[in-house]
């Protein structure tokens, strides 16, 4: 399943520029094709749908704004990046109110728009990751709220490194007290449980079922082995399942079939199968 993606701007070495920059297939993107103006971009969208596009707020005749205004009665999913020669604060301000998830300015810096794209992209794998658990009547909750009451600084670097190390099999508030903070593991304990409302271990068991739950979504045959390894299960892929079973009460395998099965994801296709 692919981020697909559209370049409106009436600057032909513009849209070439970004096509050039981004390498799409090395992270699940599609670029659907490029626009010059505000009228050629509606026609593509009636035969190639987008997740995201990239509008140059000064186009001809309808300028970007009201292209993204139109685009947004018509397609209300598709999320915006809006890119201008102009520092100009109004300009940010209405890209804004329009909604837009960025605004960048000409020249664009490529670690500037390939970051910008990927957050954007991140959205769009939340939201989908989010839908599927509602349509698969999952009652489990694709982020962690008590993660936003994390107050001190020391709870935020634990926050940080569990991201950071999730792949880790080592991984651990032993781990982490031993080999990053340098700090006593019982202290640590009692202040991670304190702030986040449950014990390290479990935060930690929830963020690498969350993860491997998108991988699954993400790429439908990435192999059983490669998620236990991503999510810090190393080379053990049936301790990874029996896991996973225990916290959806599901097999991977079904997991991806079920999901496969969705609107939004990719078709089942009865001759490829799931090894848990």
């Known amino acids: ?20 920059q ?6 699940q993107m599609e670029l659907t094709g490029t626009a010059e103006n505000a009228a050629e971009a509606l026609a593509m969208l009636k035969e190639h749908p987008v997740d995201l596009m990239l509008v140059d707020i000064r186009l001809p005749m309808i300028d970007g704004l ?19 020669g102009y520092a100009d604060f109004e300009y940010a301000r209405e890209a804004m109110r329009s909604h837009a998830l960025d605004y960048l300015l000409k020249p664009l810096n490529p670690v500037s728009l390939l970051t910008a794209i ?36 020391t709870v935020i670097q634990i926050l940080a490194i569990v991201d950071e190390e999730i ?12 080999q990053r903070m340098y700090l006593n593991e019982t202290y640590l304990s009692k202040l991670f449980q304190r702030e986040i409302g449950e014990k390290f271990s479990s935060y930690l068991m929830h963020q690498r079922m969350m993860l491997a739950m998108r991988l699954m979504l993400r790429s439908p045959q990435m192999q059983i082995q490669e998620i236990a390894e991503q999510t810090g299960f190393g080379d053990n892929p049936q301790y990874f399942s029996s896991v996973f079973h225990r916290f959806t009460n599901m ?14 994801g990719t078709r089942e ?3 490829v199968s799931y090894p848990d």
């Open 118 to 153: 990927r957050k954007a992209q991140d959205t769009w794998e939340q939201n989908q990751f989010a839908q599927s658990l509602s349509d698969l009547g999952m009652n489990i909750p694709s982020e962690m709220p008590e993660q936003h009451s994390a107050s001190s600084p």
């Open 1 to 20: 399943m692919s981020y697909k993606v559209m370049i409106v701007d009436d600057e032909a070495i513009v849209r070439e520029s970004i096509a050039r």
């Open 66 to 84: 009201e292209l993204v205004r139109q685009v947004r009665r018509l397609y209300p999913s598709i999320q915006f990046i809006m890119i201008s």
């Open 167 to 178: 792949a880790n099999p080592e991984l651990s508030l032993k781990w982490i007290s031993s």
């Open 22 to 27: 981004i390498d799409w297939g090395r992270y």
């Open 251 to 264: 097999t991977p395998s079904e997991f991806r079939k079920k999901l496969s099965r969705l609107s939004f």
């Open 269 to 271: 296709n009865p001759s």
